[in-house]
């Protein structure tokens, strides 16, 4: 069996690591695994198709940034990604995140329709059945379970300076992504297979299928000299995102300092060099890093992690953090606070300050024991990477058996 994958990155980032779990688990399993991705990551054990190039990116973004026209371009790119795939001829296609100013929507779907050939979609975020946006939440607007236009997050991600095309957009992504005839979608959360119904994408099967991580990596680790290498001097309250955007509460954590008592340390992971720079007094800053081992070591040292995010789907960060033992507590956002139960974290309504403050003091009295036992099990439970890769084989050996 071949198992072809399609998404922005390969072994980078969240989407990025979890097709490459996926593709460790069919060369395991005695199956070819390829990966077809936009952006160079980390080596991969999947034989990897690289999708364009520098420039081919760049004149996509120019015609999203002009004419809000994203996914439509790189049409040449797309052309060729094609032929590759004719030249395998995988037994399943596999998509993940099919934007990021790399893909022409409208060349892939139309050949996947003509190859006819089973086709397998893990949502990551909200783009494919938006007119514009990746989520839509932030603004509450739910024009998308009808039809988009007039789009409020027009300058959000991917950002259009001038046109507004989100109904043009709207109506050829649903001619596009509809009408498939072995096409079975994944939601990784319950709040993402509810939107899914809600979208005109409900033709289709959706299956469940949570994300996972390695949690013989993601494990509590006693071991203080993580705090030594990056200067941590206090208890702290941790903070991990790819990129640290708006969207992620940066300024939440900015505010969270100045309640805090001065006993206890905001440590940020994923930061830039000027966001660095601009940090009061009492947020440590370090940059990203795509060493498991180290993120492994800041997770279990942490008192508490924190997820102030505005706009998610299921954030890996909060199951890392479980895996390691320690408590999450995140906003009421997408599928985040599905990851915990009242036994090992709290969910706090978006934006308030004071409730994130109390639930981490309410946390620290508790002691972090109280919690540690049941974050390492409920990770365990539901949240190993191998639940996760044998969801999807079970769905890739269906799917071939129909075939």
Excluded at 139 to 153: A, I, V
Excluded at 258 to 286: D, M, R
């Amino acid at each position: 069996m071949k198992i072809f994958q399609i998404n922005s990155t390969v072994n980078t980032g969240s989407h990025g690591r979890i097709a490459e779990e996926i593709g460790l688990s069919l060369i395991a399993a005695g199956y070819e695994s390829y990966i077809a991705a936009a952006y160079a990551g980390r080596s991969s054990r999947s034989r990897v198709i690289k999708i364009g190039n520098a420039f081919d990116r760049y004149m996509h973004g120019l015609k999203t940034r002009l004419f809000d026209r994203h996914g439509f371009g790189s049409k040449t790119s797309t052309k060729r990604l094609i032929n590759k795939i004719r030249e395998i001829n995988p037994d399943i296609i596999h998509l993940h995140n099919i934007h990021g100013y790399y893909l022409h929507t409208g060349v892939l779907f139309n050949f996947l329709k003509a190859a006819n050939k089973p086709v397998v979609w893990t949502f990551h975020d909200c783009w494919p059945f938006t007119g514009h946006c990746s989520y839509f939440d932030r603004y509450n607007c739910y024009k998308w379970e009808t039809e988009c236009y007039n789009c409020p997050n027009k300058k959000g991600y991917p950002s259009s300076w001038l046109i507004d095309n989100s109904r043009r957009n709207y109506r050829q992504k649903k001619m596009l992504f509809t009408g498939l005839a072995k096409m079975v979608l994944v939601a990784p959360c319950r709040w993402m297979e509810n939107h899914l119904k809600n979208s005109f994408l409900n033709e289709y099967e959706i299956r469940i299928i949570y994300n996972g991580v390695d949690i013989s990596i993601f494990k509590p680790a006693n071991d203080s000299r993580v705090k030594e290498k990056y200067n941590i001097k206090k208890k702290y309250i941790l903070g991990v995102a790819s990129k640290w955007t708006a969207r992620k509460g940066l300024e939440d954590f900015k505010e969270l300092r100045k309640i805090l008592p001065s006993e206890f340390e905001i440590v940020l992971v994923g930061l830039s060099a000027g966001q660095i720079k601009n940090l009061p007094s009492g947020i440590i800053g370090i940059t990203r890093t795509e060493n498991t081992e180290t993120l492994s070591e800041l997770y279990s040292e942490a008192e508490v992690f924190v997820n102030p995010t505005y706009v998610d789907n299921f954030p890996s960060t909060n199951i890392e953090a479980l895996a390691c033992g320690t408590p999450v507590i995140t906003y009421i956002t997408g599928g985040s606070p599905e990851a915990i139960d009242e036994k090992t974290g709290v969910v706090v309504e978006k934006g308030n300050i004071k409730m994130l403050a109390q639930a981490i003091m309410t946390i620290i009295k508790n002691g972090k024991e109280h919690y540690s036992k049941n974050c390492r099990a409920r990770s365990e439970m539901f949240f190993d990477k191998n639940i996760m890769c044998s969801g999807y084989l079970s769905l890739y050996r269906e799917l071939f058996q129909e075939n």
